[in-house]
């Protein structure tokens, strides 16, 4: 069954190809890099901090991904929610001066209350629930949603 979600998820990407930005809290690190391979090897263009190079300005070069991005993908845990760093990057990608907000894609690593901007941004997104499930279950949720 795996292999044939993923058979649609290729066949979907031929026909419409999607930035991802990753945002993440740095502990949840882990989580991201999986993920990240796992949309890298069906074929999406993801970027995520790692990307940025020494000497290169973090905030803008963020900023500027955020902007051209079509999907946010969120990693919520008990330290992305309390992130100022995620929540300044939820709020730039539905706030873009084109007017078209990022498509919000939230994954719940952990069971949170989520406030605030985020809750501003997320709370009309089905969410992949990603609590208590290993990533190899959650990220195949997520390439076909």
Known sequence: MRVRRAERLHTRLVWHRMDVF???ARRDS???????????NVGYEVFGDW?????EEWAQTITSALKKCRLV???????????????????????????SPAVFLPV???????EGNLEYWL???QWVDAH??????????VLTA
């Open 73 to 99: 993908i969120v990693l919520c845990s008990a330290k992305s929610v309390g992130s100022t760093n995620v929540r300044n990057e939820v709020g730039v990608a539905g706030n873009r001066p084109d007017g």
């Open 30 to 40: 882990a989580d991201a890099i999986v993920l990240r391979d796992a949309l890298v």
């Open 22 to 24: 990753i945002s993440y």
């Open 132 to 141: 208590e499930r290993d990533p190899s279950d959650w990220v195949l949720d």
């Open 123 to 125: 709370a009309s997104s």
């Open 51 to 55: 990307l940025i190079k020494p000497g």
């Open 108 to 114: 719940k690593l952990d069971q949170v209350r989520i």
